[in-house]
């Protein structure tokens, strides 16, 4: 049994071995001029200017060094199939603008920001859509 947990994750770490090395703030990024980002593959991943500033315009100007890119879209065998984790404060309010906009949110959950929140499917294609390059797929066990 334990070779097959070995198995898995292996696997997982192959999955993700385009995730960055390190993440940068939002901060960091805007003052680049190319903004990128190593991955632990060696490659680099570069940053849409128009999706930072997209993303500096939801985010209050003091919490520019605090949010980490890219935003992680967690897919893990534990959870229900088609669905996705959104870890962290600032990260669940962006998706949430981004979903819903500035308007009261039609999501049940959506009352008061969580540290994560839960998307399926079909909010993962609007999500993509206007995040292409400043969101990363992360699967985990």
Do not use: W
């Not at 995040?131 to 985990?140: A, G, I, N």
């Amino acid at each position: 049994m334990d070779g097959d947990k070995d198995i898995s994750i292996r696997f997982i770490q192959i999955l993700n071995r385009s995730l960055p090395a390190k993440k940068k703030t939002l901060k960091e990024l805007l003052l680049e001029d190319k903004p990128s980002i190593k991955n632990r593959d060696g490659s680099t991943h570069l940053f849409d200017r128009k999706e930072l500033e997209k993303l500096a315009a939801m985010v209050p100007e003091q919490e520019r060094g605090r949010l980490r890119l890219p935003l992680y879209l967690e897919m893990s065998a534990s959870m229900e199939r088609g669905s996705i984790k959104i870890s962290g404060r600032l990260e669940c309010m962006i998706i949430k603008k981004i979903l819903y906009g500035d308007e009261p949110s039609k999501d049940k959950y959506a009352e008061d920001i969580k540290d994560y929140m839960i998307i399926y499917y079909p909010h993962l294609l609007k999500i993509r859509k206007e995040l292409e390059t400043t969101t990363q797929f992360m699967f985990t066990i």
